[in-house]
């Protein structure tokens, strides 16, 4: 991809990106057992931990929930919509955060950075996305749901628990596009989002947080 960033400040895009949360620690290895040993196959396991409490995702329970979610006869084109709605939804989640971070920017300055991100990205882009179809399913998943919640404590806001859900949710779809359907890594193009959002708010001056 052409990056800008250095016409830009590194700073902005890293205040834009940050979805951290203090004390999350995010880990993924890989479990051998008898069966994956008899089939030459392997399932990683994606923990989180936060302040004491444990969250853990196999690969193969979250690819079944996809595949148990996702009923369609033609993968090849839902795949391809897929990338569309995927890369979209997190382009206008970046943009959203710099928003809010940094002030609001106008209708043609988001369809520049759309028409920009498509040639870079080589897939076709809509602007009107906001959630991709296996971040819904995840959302919508009783286990996934149940998993998050041993990451909550009782001193958590209503808005730090979905922080917490966000993020898990986040790394999941990521994990699910790119290792069962074998896409594009997204941070690349949340990372390309970010600098030319940078580049607006140099440009434009809008107001540092």
């Known amino acids: 991809m052409v990056t800008n960033i250095s016409k830009a400040s590194s700073f902005i895009v890293k205040n834009i990106c940050d979805t951290d949360i203090k004390g999350m620690m995010i880990s993924r290895e890989k479990r051998k057992g008898l069966w994956q040993k008899i089939t030459r196959t392997s399932n990683a396991v994606t923990t989180f931990s936060l302040n ?17 979610a996702l009923k369609v006869q033609n993968r090849k084109e839902w795949f391809k919509e897929e990338t569309t709605n995927l890369f979209s939804a997190e382009i206008n989640k970046v943009i959203d955060t710099a928003c809010k971070k940094y002030g609001p920017i106008r209708d043609t300055d988001r369809k520049n950075i759309f028409r920009k991100l498509s040639s870079e990205v080589d897939a076709t882009l809509d602007q009107v996305c906001t959630q991709s179809s296996i971040s819904h399913m995840l959302y919508n998943s009783q286990a996934v749901s149940k998993e998050v919640q041993k990451l909550y404590h009782p001193s958590h806001t209503r808005d730090e628990k979905n ?3 966000n993020l898990v949710n986040k790394k999941l779809t990521d994990i699910v596009y790119i290792k069962k359907f074998s896409g594009k890594a997204p941070d690349p193009v949340r990372t390309r989002a970010a600098e030319e959002m940078a580049l607006l708010v140099k440009k434009k001056k809008l107001s540092y947080p």
């Open 52 to 68: 004491g409490q444990v969250a853990q995702f196999e690969d193969k329970k979250i690819f079944s929930i996809v595949d148990h």
């Open 163 to 165: 922080k917490i859900n």
